[in-house]
């Protein structure tokens, strides 16, 4: 554990990844960035104040509270897309998801201080993940990674028209037991909500690095559009409405979902 990332152990088979709630950005890339909000605009909001209910089901969490904008630890630390052909945002990103730079001209990173920022931020949590789950693997036949998103639900640059609620991700099937999928799916369309598995978000690079059935390791991403858990404004959004307060009422019928959402994932595990 260090001031910026953060592993809470539990013993059961389930480890929760936070890889996007962090808005902490240091000051020494501040101050080359267009503004503080557009820098934060893209975090996956309240996400972890959503899930903390993951520690009373002894889940082990990991937690990085540095921004997504000084580099991302769900991409390709080697600059392959996740994605080829369609929108995205890099390892360290130089836009928001919208297309808006984020830096002043000539002031974002080069290669030298990506390759910093990745061994000193990239490195470390997947370092803890890998540990993490080595650790709970040692005395479970199985374990899951549940890694947790959100994003708004409107985005045409990087999508057409409204996002499904719950965007389940398995890396096509790859990163864990089809079954497992299955019973999450199932749970998501109990809801009412609108739902898809292995749409435009099939899992990014924590998902599909370490997802390995074979293994005894099954990988889901859960990427949520945020109308289904805050008050979302849909479309654009600016300085003085996002984001959103967090409203635990509104919040609660999905906090429902997702407990038996990671129940199943434990049930799994025990199997």
Same mark, same amino acid.
């Given at each position: 554990? $260090?001031?910026?990332?953060?592993?809470?152990?539990?013993?059961?088979?389930?480890? !929760?990844?936070?890889?996007?709630?962090?808005?902490?950005?240091?000051?020494?890339?501040?101050?080359?960035?267009?503004?503080?909000?557009?820098?934060?605009?893209?975090?996956?909001?309240?996400?972890?104040?959503?899930?903390?209910?993951?520690?009373?089901?002894?889940?082990?969490?990991?937690?990085?509270?540095?921004?997504?904008?000084? #580099?991302?630890?769900?991409?390709?630390?080697?600059?392959?897309?996740?994605?080829?052909?369609?929108?995205?945002?890099?390892?360290?990103?130089? $836009?928001?998801?919208?297309?808006?730079?984020?830096?002043?001209?000539? +002031?974002?990173?080069?290669?030298?201080?990506?390759?910093?920022?990745?061994?000193?931020?990239?490195?470390?949590?997947? /370092?803890?993940?890998?540990?993490?789950? +080595?650790? &709970?693997?040692?005395?479970?036949?199985? !374990? $899951?990674?549940?890694?947790?998103?959100? #994003?708004?639900?409107?985005?045409?640059?990087?999508?057409?028209?409204?996002?499904?609620?719950?965007?389940?991700?398995?890396?096509?099937?790859?990163?864990?037991?089809?079954?497992?999928?299955? /019973?999450? @799916?199932?749970?998501?369309?109990?809801?009412?909500? /609108?739902?898809?598995?292995?749409?435009?978000?099939?899992?990014?690079?924590?998902?599909? @690095?370490?997802?390995?059935?074979?293994?005894?390791?099954?990988?889901?991403?859960?990427?949520?559009?945020?109308?289904?858990?805050?008050?979302?404004? &849909?479309?654009?959004?600016?300085?003085?409405?996002?984001? $959103?307060?967090?409203?635990?009422?509104?919040?609660?019928?999905?906090?429902?979902?997702?407990?038996?959402?990671?129940?199943?994932?434990?049930?799994?595990?025990?199997?």
């Amino acid at each position: 554990m $260090t001031d910026w990332l953060t592993v809470h152990r539990g013993d059961a088979p389930l480890v !929760v990844s936070f890889p996007h709630t962090g808005t902490d950005i240091p000051a020494g890339y501040e101050h080359r960035l267009v503004s503080p909000w557009r820098s934060r605009k893209d975090a996956d909001w309240w996400i972890d104040r959503l899930y903390d209910l993951v520690r009373g089901m002894g889940a082990t969490t990991v937690h990085t509270s540095i921004s997504r904008t000084v #580099i991302d630890v769900n991409r390709d630390p080697s600059g392959v897309s996740l994605y080829p052909g369609q929108a995205t945002t890099e390892l360290c990103p130089t $836009t928001t998801f919208d297309g808006e730079p984020l830096y002043k001209d000539g +002031k974002g990173p080069d290669a030298a201080e990506i390759a910093d920022r990745r061994a000193r931020y990239f490195d470390p949590y997947h /370092t803890a993940l890998d540990a993490e789950l +080595k650790r &709970l693997r040692a005395s479970h036949k199985k !374990v $899951t990674l549940y890694d947790c998103h959100s #994003i708004r639900t409107v985005i045409p640059r990087l999508f057409d028209g409204e996002l499904p609620t719950f965007n389940i991700g398995t890396n096509s099937g790859a990163s864990c037991d089809p079954a497992l999928a299955s /019973t999450i @799916q199932s749970i998501c369309a109990e809801t009412g909500h /609108t739902h898809v598995v292995n749409g435009r978000f099939k899992g990014g690079y924590i998902t599909r @690095q370490f997802g390995r059935p074979a293994d005894g390791i099954h990988a889901v991403q859960m990427e949520l559009a945020c109308r289904g858990y805050m008050h979302e404004p &849909l479309g654009p959004v600016s300085e003085a409405d996002w984001p $959103t307060p967090y409203d635990p009422v509104y919040a609660a019928p999905m906090r429902a979902a997702l407990t038996r959402i990671l129940q199943a994932c434990l049930n799994h595990a025990y199997a």
